[in-house]
């Protein structure tokens, strides 16, 4: 029985490693990665900031609508397959990027990789590790949003650095090939949820977890409102630290460097949830990312731009862990992917509408102090939401031995 566990543990943990590094290219590439191509497009086409920034958009609106799909196609069909699927689609749609040269074609690219590729990836992953582990999930879930967290500080810098010696077509040439060579065999190593039978009187039952129609709607709001707050600095900091005078480059890799900070956040933020509770692990990084949020438009300095992207971004990083490890303690498995792909999908909406508006406002004023404003009280809203929800689930629901 013991060789047994051993033998779980280790195929749970490469599970764990394989989703890691699949949602640091794919989720990289998607949810910010277009960051680094703000001012290269704007600057080769004309296009003003907004337009660039629909871009990224498209991506992720597909990704939102995608989810609700490809999570009850993962429930219903296995993981695996899907994710492989949705790798393909990603790799090939960034190689078809890199001919194209219209505004529209690229909306169009966008909407594809995210609905098809990115969509059919980040919920049924999620699910996936959820499952492997269905007592303590926090700190799996914290280690595979640290991948995420380490592909979107590293696929911008990476871009930059790729638009500076191959241009921006060659760029995108590069990415795609990159994800086909490494997403398709990591994909392959993803196995179905086994659970040690010495542990099954553990696991929660099914009845234990709170209505779907208590949990679900309340995370949907609330993910839109935290994910409106994180996009305006994920999409927009490298363009703000070029305004104040600073290189691509340079801009860059202050992103990286915070989400590089993100990557102990989330193992850090997904451990405390296993201890205090995932929704009070959510609240608290919530409330650090709101209240720190608006002084990156205080910054000049590119050092201080360094230090005060260390401080935001560990706080910032355990808001993702808090929503996913709030979905796997609040939600039964055998509804989870279906529920993954419901509440990521608005998430997604919130990354869409926070991307727009930061180019908006920035088309509108010439600055980002109102973008960065209108962060900060979306991370108020969300705060009020999930506050309602750590109240609906401890006064009277039948989820008592799943972890608050």
């Known amino acids: 029985m013991v060789q047994i566990d051993h033998q779980h543990s280790r195929n749970g943990w490469l599970v764990v490693a394989a989703s890691a590094l699949i949602l640091a290219l794919a989720m990289g590439s998607i949810v910010n990665g277009m960051s680094a191509f703000v001012v290269p497009l704007e600057q080769l086409h004309g296009w003003s900031r907004a337009d660039v920034s629909l871009i990224n958009v498209f991506g992720i609106m597909g990704m939102s609508f995608g989810g609700l799909l490809m999570g009850t196609l993962a429930d219903q069909f296995g993981v695996r397959p899907v994710v492989l699927f949705g790798c393909a689609v990603m790799g090939g749609t960034y190689l078809a990027a890199s001919r194209v040269e219209q505004l529209w074609q690229f909306y169009a690219l966008m909407a594809v990789a995210g609905f098809f590729g990115a969509a059919a990836i980040f919920a049924p992953i999620l699910s996936l590790v959820g499952k ?150 959510y609240m608290i990084a919530t409330a650090w990312m709101t209240l720190l949020i608006y002084g990156f438009i205080l910054i000049q300095d590119l050092s201080a731009f360094y230090m005060y992207g260390l401080l935001y971004g560990f706080g910032y990083a355990g808001v993702m862990t808090g929503v996913l490890t709030t979905i796997a303690a609040h939600t039964p498995p055998s509804k989870r992917g279906f529920a993954m792909g419901v509440v990521t999908m608005f998430g997604w909406f919130g990354h869409a509408n926070g991307g727009f508006l930061g180019g908006y406002f920035f088309d509108w004023t010439g600055d980002y102090s109102i973008a960065f404003g209108t962060a900060a009280a979306a991370g108020v809203l969300n705060l009020a939401v999930v506050g309602t929800l750590y109240l609906k689930i401890n006064t009277g629901g039948p989820a008592q031995s799943v972890p608050a």
Not at 188 to 210: C, M
Not at 214 to 229: E, Q, S
Not at 233 to 254: K, R, T
Request: net charge positive; with cysteine.
């Open 132 to 281: 492997w582990f269905p007592v303590g999930a926090g700190l799996a879930i914290g280690i595979v949003s640290a991948g995420q967290a380490l592909g979107q500080g590293g696929v911008p810098f990476a871009s930059a650095l790729l638009i500076a010696s191959f241009g921006v077509s060659g760029a995108f040439a590069i990415t795609g090939l990159i994800m086909l060579g490494i997403l398709l065999p990591v994909a392959s190593l993803l196995r179905p949820a086994q659970v040690a039978k010495d542990t099954t009187h553990n696991v929660p039952r099914e009845s234990d977890y709170p209505p779907i129609r208590v949990v679900v709607p309340r995370m949907c709001i609330a993910i839109f409102l935290c994910c409106t707050c994180m996009a305006v600095p994920l999409m927009h900091l490298v363009p703000l630290i070029q305004g104040q005078g600073h290189s691509a480059d340079q801009a860059g890799s202050v992103i990286f460097v915070m989400l590089l900070m993100g990557i102990v956040g989330r193992v850090f933020f997904g451990r405390l949830a296993d201890i205090i509770g995932a929704i009070r692990a």
